[in-house]
Every structure is written in structure tokens, then in C-alpha cells.
């Protein structure tokens, strides 16, 4: 199914913690070649040689182009600005080699961010300024993923059976507080439908992402390359026992607690079954 091709996962940690999860599997059957690692060893590529399958992450925080404000020491303060209308090159330029693109982001959209079309200010999520648009994350994602499906969709450059699998949202599962103020997710059992919220955030979020997707693939847009979903969102907020929690080892953030990431093995590894299954509903 994938000899031959090229496989990228374009997105943040969480699309690096499915991208790791896929390699792990592979690897079963072939050790493959680590060929390319950049200097935060944040994008990463491997080869399978009796394959001829390349496996790549692309690391991005948005999908789109974007800053973070700075004070006057230089330091981050946390505040960025997006552009919609720019795609982030990091990822947008290595497209036209690409076969299959697994396509996420979600994690940085729940901090403040003004959105911008070109020279245009859309709006800002969690800014709270006077005489400013306040969208909340949903219609964020909304903006955000109508104009990268249009971008992809559009690309003159790229290859014109690209598959472009969108994922949903993964939850996050803190208790207690949040990740900066001593959440934690130390449950040992998943939930029951019963007890999962299907009216939260991340199932709001979910249908924004899916309903740009359907824009794409339904009317005047519907074009030659292909799409899909691979819808994690409802089976995840099942599983707030699958994340590291205490047990990460991330040693630049001692004393915070990992419920947004998952365990290998573990719940993540049932992605790719689903990833395998929608490609070949593509093919």
C-alpha cells in the first residue's frame, strides 16, 4: 500500500507522538534508516530500503505562517500572530514530494492568537482586547483549516493523486487544573460513552475541521487530489488513561505532568489501523 510512496505527518507533538507510533509498527517488519534530523530534532525522516518508503514529520505549530510577539528583552511573551492567507513554509515547500500527507495541529490554538487574512485583522482568541473580534478556538480552527485544504487543494506544484488525510483533534485529558497549574491524569480505565462530554470543546473543534474538509471535497472545489478524515476525536475522550502523565521524562519541563500526549504502546497505535483503513478507501 505504501511502497514506493512518500509519507509525511505535517503538525505539532501530537502528530510526531502518531508519527512515532506508525514507525515503531513498521519497524517490526523492517529496520529503517534514519537519514535526516534537524538541529531541535524536530523534523525527522526515515527510509525503509526493501520498501522504498519514506517516512517523514514536519513540524509546525499553526499550519499557517505565524510570530510570536516579543518584549523588549526579546523574550516570547506568548502572543502570536497568524496569517491564513501564508501557508508555514517549513512544511508548504517539501508538499510537492509528498504522496500522502497526514495533516494535524491543534495543541497551540488554545493560548491568545490574532488572526489575520494578508493586511487584515480577522479577530483574536483568548485576548480579550477592546474593539477587537473575540472567536472562540472553533472558529479559530474554522479559518485556519478552510484556507490550508484551499492551499493543498490548489497546489499547482504538487502531485495530483496527493492523499491528504486530515485527523481530528486529539483530546487532552487534565484534572484538577491545567498543565501549568498541577493537572494530571492519573486514571488507570477508560471512560464509558456515558461519561465523555459530547458537547465539549474538542467535539466543537472536530466538526469545525470536518466541515472545512467537506468545502474541499463537495462542489465547485472538488478537484483531482484526494481527502480524508481520520476521525480520533469521540474514541480518544475515551482513553484518559493513555497518556504518560508523571512518566515522560521531558527534562525542560520537570514537575508538569504529559496529558496531552500518548504512550507507546499504547491507545495511539489504534490510529494507524485507522489511517491503513481509510487508505485504502483512497485508493
Same mark, same amino acid.
Given at each position: 500500500m505504501v511502497r514506493g510512496k512518500k509519507m509525511s505527518f505535517i503538525g505539532d507533538s501530537v502528530?510526531?507522538?502518531?508519527m512515532e507510533s506508525l514507525l515503531c509498527l513498521l519497524s517490526m517488519e523492517e529496520t529503517p534508516k534514519d537519514i535526516y534530523k534537524d538541529g531541535e530534532d524536530k523534523n525527522r525522516i526515515w527510509y525503509f530500503p526493501n520498501h522504498d518508503f519514506t517516512l517523514s514529520t514536519s513540524w509546525t505549530k499553526f499550519l499557517v505562517e505565524e510570530h510570536e510577539r516579543v518584549d523588549g528583552n526579546k523574550t516570547g511573551t506568548g502572543l502570536f500572530d497568524i496569517d491564513i492567507s501564508k501557508m508555514d513554509e517549513g512544511w508548504f515547500k517539501g508538499l510537492p514530494n509528498?504522496?500522502?500527507?497526514? @495533516?494535524s495541529a491543534a495543541h497551540w490554538f488554545f493560548r491568545p492568537i490574532f488572526i489575520h487574512r494578508g493586511d487584515?485583522?480577522? /479577530?483574536?482568541?483568548?485576548c480579550n482586547e477592546p474593539n477587537m473580534t473575540q472567536l472562540s478556538p472553533d472558529q479559530g480552527f474554522k479559518l485556519v483549516y478552510s484556507?490550508?485544504?484551499?492551499?493543498?487543494n490548489e497546489c499547482q506544484n504538487c502531485k495530483s493523486d496527493l492523499e491528504t488525510i486530515m485527523r481530528t483533534i486529539s483530546p487532552a485529558h487534565f484534572e484538577n487544573g491545567t498543565w501549568d497549574t498541577g493537572?494530571?491524569?492519573r486514571r488507570t480505565s477508560p471512560f464509558g460513552v456515558n461519561q465523555i462530554d459530547l458537547q465539549s470543546n474538542e467535539m466543537k473543534i472536530r466538526t469545525s475541521q470536518i466541515e472545512q474538509l467537506e468545502v474541499i471535497t463537495k462542489g465547485d472545489h472538488k478537484g483531482k487530489k484526494k481527502f480524508g478524515v481520520l476521525d480520533?476525536?469521540? @474514541?480518544?475522550?475515551?482513553?484518559?488513561d493513555g497518556h504518560p502523565n508523571s512518566h515522560w521524562?521531558?527534562?525542560?519541563?520537570? /514537575?508538569?505532568?504529559d496529558c496531552v500526549h500518548w504512550c507507546l504502546p499504547g491507545p495511539i497505535d489504534a490510529w494507524n489501523d485507522f489511517l491503513m483503513a481509510i487508505l485504502r478507501q483512497l485508493r
Open positions: 502528530a510526531r507522538n502518531h509528498t504522496d500522502i500527507a497526514i @495533516v487584515e485583522t480577522l /479577530g483574536c482568541i483568548y484556507s490550508v485544504f484551499k492551499h493543498i493537572g494530571s491524569c480520533v476525536t469521540r @474514541v480518544m475522550l475515551m482513553r484518559p521524562g521531558n527534562k525542560w519541563m520537570k /514537575g508538569y505532568n
